[in-house]
């Protein structure tokens, strides 16, 4: 028993995505380290016919689970589903649950976001910043409320060079341009949104910045705080190495890579990678709230959940550990061998693109089609090419997070804190960390198993063969055409010389063995 697994004992926790990556690992994290827990109302919403209840159900049955479900059956009776929606007013909550939450509540870990990069300026004011302020209000209603903890983003402040732990002025009052997308029309928005974002790469980061302004304004009203994780990746401990179920991110590139589908991305290899495993960002927040409840800072507390120098890893240190790996270990249904790379010429990028994605999609999608079957890839390669251009903005530049507080929270905890709450000072292989994401990407997100390894090492190396014979059928190509061209180009400059030659004036200017 430690503090903060006693600190937990008796308390009741509201989670706001706890449907998610990082939702379920904090779920599981909870009931497993801390099980004096009295309960946990998961905010959640109907997901294709699926009611909320049905859904956190369902958690009991996934590999995530089967380890606490294995040694507590009944632990999982804790988790109590919430219907709502950050969309809807009032977050669509009933009457009778809401009062449940008001007279109950005294932890809330609000995470629930729309993390699509590519959303438009509406969708995610109305999910990050709006939804932020309903729960806010919520909360504000909470008597027993002791810690509110925000999860933000490290890269919501993209203008800062060096991004400190500590708040930042938004570019625009949040509650009036929450009050615009209310009023105006979708083409109104659409005009108007280059204006809004500014330095801002997309529409996420931009609500997510306005959120933050939201948790500020509430700082003498409840006990706030604002955590800001860098690049999440899969877990590096637990409750499973390598542990993720989706595909968005990184994940969502190691797996097109490895299946052959994404051959170019711009990145500056040079550049490190700000990531962080989900079990060590998960550990970090339990904790924070902790910190929240029983100390009051002077300043307003912010961390920054970064690397830092920690693990210091470049991306083409990624790139290059992570293809060997991939081509130990391939994935089932790779469709061409996976050679791409990293690329920080935009020529060269789109070149790529043209060449790599879209001429062997459109050649795939023929076939199909004179098969009768339903046509795919070129609608695979408009979202990857969609989600590249999102990611590029974080992957070409150096980011620097000043992360002092959150180192400091560790050392305040105790040997034994530090073993099960792992967090800024935890060391590990990138190897080995990557062929556990690797794995963790092959069995839980593609339902791969391992059992199908010797079979695709052997199809690999038939398309390494195919891979090779194709390049040197395209190189040839190209000194034929090149051959041809300039033949061509030589029998037009004697053609014209012999023009010239007869031409007045100009006939005897022109040599008479200039031909070649």
Partial sequence: MTLITDWYRDQTILVTGGTGFMGKVLLEKLLRSCPGVRRIYVLARAKRGVEPSARIEAMAKIPLFEKLVGSNPGIMKK????????????????KDQKQQLISEVTIVFNMAASLRLEAGM???VTYNTTGTKQILDLCVQMKQLKAFVHLSTAFCHCEYEVLEEKMYPPPHNPHDVMRAMEWLDD???ELLTPRLLGPHPNCYTYSKRLAEALVYEYRDRIPVCV??????????????PGWVDTLNGTVGILVGAGKGVIR????????YAEVIPVDVAINS???????TANEKLEEFPVYN?????????TWGELLRRGRKLILENPFETTIWYPDGNIRSSWLMHYFCIIFFHYLPAFFIDFLMLLARQKRFMV?????????????????MRQWKFDNDNFIAIEKTLSDEERNTFYMASVKYDVEDFLKNALFGARLYCMKEPLSSLPRWRRILTVLYCLHIATRMAFYMLVIWLLLKYVAAARLMLNYSTEVLQHVPVIGGMVPHDIRL
């Avoid at 955590?227 to 499973?240: D, F, G, N, Q, Y």
């Avoid at 609608?379 to 992957?395: A, C, D, P, S």
């Fill in 79 to 94: 988790l109590v589903a919430v219907e709502g929606d950050l969309s809807l007013q009032e977050l669509g909550i009933q």
């Fill in 122 to 124: 509406k969708a995610a």
């Fill in 187 to 189: 083409k109104s928005i």
């Fill in 227 to 240: 955590a800001r994780p860098s690049i999440v990746i899969p877990a590096l401990k637990e409750p499973l």
């Fill in 264 to 271: 170019t991305m711009m990145c500056d290899g040079s550049c």
């Fill in 285 to 291: 927040i339990i904790v924070i709230a902790r910190k």
């Fill in 305 to 313: 959940i970064s690397s830092g120098e920690l693990v210091r890893v």
């Fill in 379 to 395: 609608r695979i390669q408009n979202r990857i090419t969609v989600g590249l251009e999102v990611l590029q903005y974080f992957t």
